[in-house]
Nanobody, 123 residues
């Protein structure tokens, strides 16, 4: 499985961005897809996840109400709509795929990772 994340950019605080992650190669009808982010000098943290079968979503408290994760099964793509962006949202954003749903918040639940896309929010 190859994951390609894109859509990162420089945006002003209060603005919006849409990240996308396209999956190619072997894909999974079950399991989970997630977004994580890593800010400079910080550990990578969970942002959002979507269940493949039910499309249930789950968000970190820091982004709840501002970010929305969705998927396009026909294109094997997931999206992350980010609104009301804050400077603290600045990070490299990574998408990931887990073949099974173990614990969506934890990195070890995911088997494949994309290369990351930079999001910078200026104040």
């Amino acid at each position: 499985v190859q994951l390609q994340a894109f859509g990162g950019a420089l945006v002003q605080a209060g603005g919006s961005l849409r990240l996308s992650c396209a999956a190619s190669g072997r894909t999974f009808s079950s399991g989970i897809m997630g977004w994580f982010r890593q800010a400079p000098g910080k550990e990578r943290e969970f942002v959002a996840a979507i269940w493949q079968i039910t499309s249930r979503t789950y968000y970190a408290d820091s982004v709840k109400g501002r970010f929305t994760m969705s998927r396009d099964n026909a294109k094997n793509t997931v999206h992350l709509e980010m609104n009301s962006l804050k400077p603290e949202d600045t990070a490299v954003y990574y998408c990931a795929v887990g073949k099974l749903v173990i614990n969506p918040l934890l990195e070890y639940s995911y088997d494949y990772w994309g290369q990351g896309t930079q999001v910078t929010v200026s104040s």
